[in-house]
């Protein structure tokens, strides 16, 4: 129970994506106890029913008759209505995290690539880069270009949605989006090497006022550490 909150808590939402896998987990919890119980029901049942001759003729088309139900029900029905049900939920929320056209207006783009043990951040629009943390506005969709400098590593942000692997000579988008302002932490979910535990980041997510303002103040710091750089 200790991990249905904190920072890094699948189940604590912060934005569609990472709520619709909420609902996918707690969905997915509920119809597999109810299958579990049903079992351990059957389980049971058979322990203690009434033990018949197999060998008599008169039980033999009945036994078959039950041999082929549980073989067909438990075997083909249940797995296949099960998978059916978990893809037409599933789906649905993968695509939330996919960079499909909006109905209105352009996402947001932040390119993010992998380090062995760190994360490099830049944002093309402005020409700020960061490491190890992100900033964006509240209630807008941000496409995360994810890609690598050296091994595989994963992007994972429990609080807002689904994590994406970045993998070597590859570009991986993953459209995420926060509803509340507030810091997220964020971790790399592919073990990557001796300080893999190691590579985190946050997330600070802004309100629109104050996300532009922090995109002044950091490109006039960075403009004047460049030209401080430069003189020296």
């Known amino acids: 129970m ?4 904190g920072p890094f808590s699948t ?6 994506s990472a709520d619709s896998a909420r609902w996918l987990w707690w969905g997915m919890f509920l119809f597999f106890t109810l299958v579990f119980v049903l079992v351990v029901a059957l389980w049971l049942y058979a322990i203690h ?7 008599h003729p008169t039980d033999e088309p009945a036994n078959r008759r039950i041999q082929k139900f549980w073989l067909i029900g438990g075997g083909i029905i249940l797995p296949g209505v099960t998978i059916i049900i978990l893809l037409s939920f599933g789906i649905p929320a993968g695509h939330r995290m996919l960079p499909l056209p909006l ?7 932040i390119d993010v690539t992998g380090h062995q043990w760190w994360w490099e951040v830049s944002y093309p629009d402005t020409g700020i880069t960061l490491e190890n943390e992100i900033h964006i506005p509240v209630g807008v969709p941000v496409d995360f270009h994810l890609s690598t400098a050296d091994v595989i590593h994963a992007f994972w942000v ?9 993998i070597p000579g590859r570009v991986n988008i993953l459209r995420l989006q926060a509803d509340e302002a507030g810091v997220y932490r964020g971790q790399c979910a592919e073990f990557c090497g001796l300080h893999h535990a190691h590579m985190q ?6 309100s629109a006022e104050n996300y532009a303002r922090w995109i002044a103040e ?3 710091r960075q403009d004047t550490d460049a030209g401080d750089s430069g003189n020296d």
């Open 2 to 5: 200790a991990g249905c909150s």
């Open 11 to 16: 189940l604590d939402p912060a934005g569609p």
């Open 49 to 55: 029913r009434p033990q018949r001759n197999p060998a």
């Open 103 to 109: 109905m209105s207006g352009e996402p947001l783009r």
């Open 158 to 166: 429990p609080r807002l949605g689904g994590k994406l692997d970045t």
């Open 201 to 206: 980041f946050t997330v600070e997510v802004h």
């Open 218 to 220: 950091t490109q006039a």
